[in-house]
């Protein structure tokens, strides 16, 4: 039969009571105690019931995570970062994929609203709407990766105007002064932020913005590659890229290897996140470098802190988190030459 906290108590010689505020954190217990209740839980895998705690209180004990593509690495990341703190807390979670779909977005809130303590969403363009009535009837809501400054919710996103900014800032130290710039899904705060950064550095460095060389690439590896084609079959001038998404990135380089284009020599790539795979693949990608796991523990802990009634909610709390460069081959001084107008 599995351990029960009864047996837990016995094992460790305290009461029930002590047991279950050691395991759900609700009231002091001495450095001793707790010693021996983790001690007793160990030797007797006992496996708290979340069903059972959260009847008592009132509680779930589950919180849902809205993602837009979990299969990308940044978000898994993410991810990693707010499971870490559902485990903290003893939680369960769902994690929903909402495609960058707003009716799916809504189809999940809708679903899951009833059967959760609490939600982490990264929010579709269509965020305002969906996100307003769990606000209404506050629900316990952490967004993440794209601010809103519509929604007064607890927030954790990057400095992606930075990061647009110091991308194209190195890109125009090298010589580069057409630059295209492959970007995500338009409306979203955290796509027209990169752009504005971009925006912004040409136009310290007094160099005319050319619309034209901003290429639309929703943010999947097929589209990055499509948009790639068409900036380079029509701008064969264009001597280096920012790409603003690490999926269009991948896209970016598919398409170099497939018309032969050589990375940096004929056209120099800079992209948005470090992945594992931007410092091992050929070239070692230069990046703009954003701290996904951090984005996903810090959300978790503002959600925990509002579960647990540890602060006044009526206050929304911003978390913007660095972005910093990292140079590496994919990007060099500028030629002047395109392998294209060869």
């Known amino acids: 039969m599995p351990a029960t906290i009864k047996d837990v108590a016995e094992r460790a010689g305290v009461s029930i009571t002590t047991v279950s505020h050691v395991i759900n954190k609700t009231r002091f217990v001495s450095e001793e105690l707790i010693k021996r209740v983790e001690a007793a839980i160990e030797e007797l895998h ?22 837009p593509d979990p299969g990308n690495p940044f978000f898994q990341m993410v991810a990693r970062g707010i499971e870490e703190q559902t485990y903290k807390h003893n939680f369960n979670i769902t994690c929903c994929n909402t495609d960058e779909d707003p009716e799916r977005e ?5 679903l899951l609203r009833r059967g959760i303590d609490g939600i982490i969403v990264a929010p579709t363009t269509k965020g305002n709407e969906n996100l307003r009535s769990l606000i209404e009837e506050d629900i316990p809501l952490v967004l993440i990766d794209r601010y809103n400054p519509r929604l007064a919710v ?13 991308a194209t800032e190195h890109l125009v130290s090298l010589g580069h002064d057409r630059i295209g710039v492959l970007v995500g899904i338009r409306g979203l705060k955290t ?7 971009y925006r912004n550095a040409l136009r310290d460095k007094a160099i005319d913005i050319d619309e034209s060389l901003i290429m639309s690439a929703y943010s999947k590896i097929e589209e990055g590659f499509s948009a790639t084609r068409q900036l380079l079959e029509e701008h064969p001038e264009v001597s280096a890229i920012f790409s603003t998404n690490n999926m269009i990135t991948l ?38 470098a954003q701290q996904p796991y951090e ?22 709390r ?10 590496r081959e994919s990007t060099a001084t500028s030629t002047r030459i395109s392998r294209l107008r060869r």
């Open 295 to 316: 984005m996903g523990y810090r959300a978790g802990k503002l959600l925990f802190e509002t579960i647990d009634g540890q602060r006044e909610r009526k206050r929304a």
């Open 191 to 197: 796509i027209e932020d990169r752009l504005e950064g």
């Open 46 to 67: 006992y496996q708290p019931n979340p069903l059972g705690r959260g009847l008592r209180k009132g509680q779930t004990y589950a919180i849902a995570v809205l993602l």
């Open 154 to 166: 607890d927030q954790v996103y990057s400095a992606n105007q930075k990061g647009g900014y110091i």
């Open 106 to 110: 809504e189809s999940c809130l809708s």
């Open 318 to 327: 911003k978390i913007k988190l660095e972005t910093n460069l990292i140079i």
């Open 251 to 288: 896209g970016a380089l598919k398409y170099f290897k497939q018309a032969g284009i050589r990375c940096p020599q004929d056209v120099s790539l800079i992209g948005f996140d470090d992945s594992e795979w931007a410092s091992i693949c050929t070239p070692a990608l230069t990046v703009v």
